[in-house]
């Protein structure tokens, strides 16, 4: 059926940019985000769908499938709300109407990217957390293969340490003692770097109690950049913790946490170990800050035995018990607004009621889509070749995660585009009139999405273990009693479909489509330069700065979609009269932008990712404030980050300046010549395909000592189109029968007989191949993978077809840049704008090219 979806033709990267730039009005960031996320492609790289549109019809078809599976229920009616007995079916062509454009409802990213693909098997799940890890290394090892299959499925995951001994603590193996639960972060954080799905990284939450005994060392374990680089962490955070900071009173941390006759215990003064937690938040935006009993006590499924929250994904906005998941859909904000930015502005809560409602029946299919999607999964799993014990984990994860979705039904309606709606009602993000608006929208996005859930419950049933008495426990539900008794009264009485409902996810990608702010977020910048390296031989080329290697950029201005907008209505172009002057991710008023978040915690049962920016030069006293501001206001969590507190590796001991001149004397001093190591006979290689122009191409890097030692490249054609599976193998120095140097290429294959392919310049482009030997030597003498990137990345080559081949080199290089490698604070690691990244919602953006990775 799914197979309907896609036409048999095909469309090159150009048909797909021309199209998707009309699509987007010319916005080249949006069009390029979509198409390199979210387009599907073929196996051979060949686009299959040509604009958003094709994607919305995509999506569309499979929701309005599950729609129908369900029409026929109508038992009931009466007990429905006024809406629900009126409303008409959600039929394929209304969801496509939602979704168009990005104007209504916009599913989150592994929604748009999988459903419907038959080119992938992926979950839909955008926030998965696995069960604390077991104290043992059988634990230990369980959860890490738990993740590499989980992230190969591009699920995010989040897994909470509490559980793992403190060091020094006894063990019944040969080791004596154990080296503590810190010990193991890096090996999850390297099986998160190491796993990618479509070029997509795995993304980790790591957490542990403050407790615990060994929560110093987590605290400051990524003070040094170069550790723990494939995760965020963040400390939950207790009541108990917090009293004894503001008292100033001692605390003791112990283990196991919960246990009334812990094994270990430790007494400290809270206010210390405070200051040690802000003076890291203040240095590096970590760890990260989670209020866990707020997260526990103001949750809807944290009461219920078996979905006790245990940790959070990676972003902190869904927390949730060890083997459940949860999708994501957010509904644009600005949308509902009508003449904006005009003097009869006015928000439109009648449409905005009616779409939340529909788009909450939307998160419920999402969770049928999902379970079948787990079921793809289990069955490529059971065709794998691979033996019924070696598979054991998998399976047993996705059943786990099966099991919970089909008794809970979690799901995460969130939204976008606060900052923007605000802005076209007129009013200022900061003020006492913007959090009246907001609350009105929020109480309006409550009533829309319990209505449609308690409606579900009525005509699909409830979530397998909806109990009353245990509603009765959560602070959330007593919140309703008191503010909403009608909903209260209705949800009693016939229970709701969702366990849990609605977050403020990060919307990063999803906000760059929608063309609007992100998320909670206020607007980061009003305007910015942008740089696009041109060729100066070019026709029409405007060269406005030329680097120190000779590269030339053109620069222009970048306007916030909306601003653009609210200077068309009002014919105005100077921003700073513009409502949202002064309003700014670093200009607004902290303590309006905590209210704020706690304002849209009241109405939300799951948690909020959200980001406070601040000056280079805030204090950790103003850090620190903020924090316990947020906890008094009963924020579940919340992201503090100043600007500039990543930009290089801390050193805690020995002075920075002592190293610094320390370094540059030796490099004034000295003039070193290198030695390359001899060539084996045989080297390992690693395969990367990459496209150059419309060709395929290849690329083969010989490796010593996993080090790039030597890097052949061509087209994949003749003798050298390899087998899609290939992705590693062996080079091998050889004579030809003259006595000449030959290099040969080989690989096993599927049943493990050796295939060797002869001759390999034979497929190889001459210059190609001179300009790779010439690389090859600056490799294998030594100069670092950062540096050779660079290099490449810098070459002054003015055919167009070079280029696009030096491209494709450096991407192959990059991935053996090692782990941790610093880049300067602000440069993006893909478009290398030295500008170009800011922190959002908890996550790290670039403004130019749309790259994006939370923490």
Known sequence: MVEELFSTQTYTYDEVLKESLKYFNNDELAATTWINKYAIKDREGNYLELTPNDMHHRMAKEFARVEAKYSDRSSGIENLSGYGRTREPLTEERIFELFKDFKYSIPQGSVMAALGNEQMIASLSNCVVVPPVHDSYGGILYTDQQLVQLFKRRCGVGVDLSGLRPKDALVSNAAGTTTGAVSFMDRFSNTTREVAQNGRRGALMLTID????????????????????????????????????????????????????????KTVRAKELWETVIRCAHNTAEPGLIFWDKQHTYSTSSFYPG????????????????????????????????????????????????????????????????????????????????PDFIKQNEIDTWKLLAENGKNGRRTGLGFTALADAVAALGIKLDTDEALTEIDKIMQTKLKGEFDSSID?????????????????????????????????????????????????????????????????????????????????SEKNAKVAFVDDTGDAFEEFTVYHPKVKTWMAAAGKEAIEESPYAGATASEINWQKRVEMQALVQKYTTHSISSTINLASDVSEEKVSDIYIESWRQGLKGITVYRDGSRSGILVSSDDKKDKKEKKEAIQESVFAETFAPKRPKKLEAKIVRFNNEKERWIAVVGLLHNRPYEIFTGKMEDVFNLPNWVADGWVLKNKDEDGRSRYDFQFSDKHGYKVTIEGLSRSFNEEYWNYAKLISGVLRHGMPIPYVVDLINNLNLLDENINTWKAGVVRALKQFVPNGTPAADKKCEECGDPEGIHFSEGCLECKSCGYSKCG
């Open 210 to 265: 403050i407790a615990h005994p060994d929560v110093e060392d987590f605290i400051t374990v990524k003070q040094d950049l170069k550790k723990v680089t494939g995760a965020n962490i963040s400390v939950r955070l207790s009541d108990e913790f917090m009293k004894a900071v503001v008292e100033d009173s001692d605390f003791t941390l112990r283990w196991p946490i919960e246990s009334p006759e812990p094994k270990y215990t």
């Open 307 to 386: 979905f006790k929250n245990s940790s959070t994904n990676p972003c902190s906005e869904i927390a949730m018990q060890g083997g459940d998941s949860c999708r994501l859909i957010a509904v644009n904000l600005y949308s509902f607004v009508d003449e904006p930015f005009t003097e009869n502005a006015t928000f439109n809560h009648e449409k905005f009621y009616k779409v939340i409602y529909e788009t909450q029946r939307l998160m419920d299919d999402l969770v049928d889509l999902e379970l079948e999607a787990v079921e793809r999964i289990l069955a490529k799993i059971s065709n794998d070749k691979e």
């Open 456 to 536: 579900m419950a009525i005509t699909r049933e409830p979530f397998k273990v909806f109990d009353p008495a245990i509603e009765e426990k959560s602070d959330f539900v007593q919140m309703l009693k008191n503010e909403f008794p009608e909903i209260y009264g209705r949800m009693m009485q016939h229970g709701r479909r969702n366990i849990s409902i609605s977050t403020v996810a990060p919307t990063g990608s999803l906000s760059m489509l929608a063309q609007t702010s992100s998320g909670i977020e206020p607007v980061f910048m009003l305007a910015y330069k942008r740089r696009r390296k041109v060729n100066p």
